[in-house]
């Protein structure tokens, strides 16, 4: 069953410490990867076949099979969002390990399911938006990792599982044999990893009740926040507002840079019941209001803005949304004020 989790994947600041912290080249990862400069500036959300294409790229850059490993037993809670620092001052194994499994979607859309079934304890990991893609190992085992680190941290002690499962073939087997200390299963039908269910029980040593009650509200609001947000709409509608100025963005650019191809885009689109041209309408309605109402502008200027290539383009537009002139509007709403007139151009 596909997660209701959207298909935004939030690159943690954590990922690129561990690739410094691992020796391997960050620039030549985030190259060959072809990663947007959004998602590294402004930490725009990339799609899950985006990450994955991170994670290939740090498996060919680092040429190391148990790359996945290194990242993730180098990495400490300092350098953790808030969303996986909770999980380190939970009280036990158990609670840390739901806590996971609930704010794991403030980063990306991957599931973390904990069963408990007799004496055995079963973490179940998915990517429930990889269409088909094979995960890349190197993510597999930072993840499993990161898992099992998290209990030995906690615990203080050398949590072993009672064996790991990974759905891929076999590779970097003794690297993992020895980290995790159990034996390891390729091939299988999902990724896995299999505990003893007393092991849930083990107290955590930095259990820290006060900051607990600090960061899960907080969580909670933003996991509330993101499930009823709107997804892809939104993103293009807050790429929309960057590029305006720079003229009139079209699909294809705008898939490029929420790093989609143009037709996943224009699919996604059409599950959420909107076209690419009433998303761009959309927002040019609310961009010219805001600067309409900023007196400083010109009505020239606000055309501009708005990606217009003129002034009649921008009137045409502005009258089908309100059905006034940009100047009618201002005199309305009380801001009326001297514009300058430009010629071959209507005020």
């Known amino acids: 069953m596909r997660s209701l989790a959207a298909d935004r994947v939030k690159i943690p600041a954590a990922l690129w410490e561990g690739l410094k912290r691992a020796g391997v080249n960050r620039a030549e990862v985030v190259r060959r990867a072809s990663l ?34 290194r990242i993730a037993t180098r990495l400490d809670a300092a350098v953790m969002p808030p969303s996986f620092l909770a999980s380190y001052h939970a009280r036990d194994f158990r609670d840390a390990l739901q806590r996971v499994a609930r704010f794991k979607r403030l980063c990306a859309p991957e599931d973390v399911a904990v069963q408990e079934d007799g004496d055995y304890a079963v973490v179940v990991v998915a990517w429930p938006h990889a269409d088909g893609d094979v995960v890349p190992p190197a993510l597999v085992d930072a993840t499993m990792a990161a898992l099992v680190e998290l209990g030995r941290r906690g615990t203080a002690s050398p949590l072993v599982p009672m064996k790991v499962e990974l759905a891929r073939p076999a590779r970097a087997k003794a690297a993992l044999e020895t980290y ?25 040593g930095n259990y820290n009740e006060a900051l607990l009650e600090l960061l899960t509200p907080e969580l909670d609001r933003q996991l509330g926040h993101q499930t009823h947000s709107a997804t892809v709409s939104e ?12 003229g009139r963005p079209d699909i294809r650019s705008v898939a490029t840079e929420l790093a989609m191809s143009e037709r996943s885009l224009q ?12 998303l761009l309408s959309e927002t040019r309605h609310k961009l010219s209001l805001e600067y309409l109402a900023d007196l400083s502008l010109s009505i020239v200027e606000v055309a501009y803005m708005l990606g217009y290539e003129d002034q009649n383009s921008f009137f045409r537009a502005f009258r089908q949304w309100e059905d006034l002139t940009p100047t009618s509007w201002r005199a309305k709403h009380g801001h009326a004020a001297a514009q300058p007139v430009h010629p071959g151009g209507a005020r």
């Open 180 to 204: 995790f200390g159990c034996p390891i299963r390729f091939r299988t039908a999902e990724d896995r990893l299999v505990f003893r269910r007393t092991d849930l029980d083990r107290a955590f």
């Open 36 to 69: 947007p400069l959004g998602a590294i500036k402004d930490g725009l959300p990339v799609t899950t076949q985006k990450f994955f294409g991170v994670w290939r790229a740090i498996e060919a850059v680092s040429a190391d099979p148990a790359i996945g490993l």
């Open 235 to 246: 993103q293009i509608k807050w790429v929309l507002r960057r590029r305006l100025t720079a």
């Open 267 to 278: 699919r996604r689109l059409t599950d959420e019941g909107v076209t690419f041209q009433a």
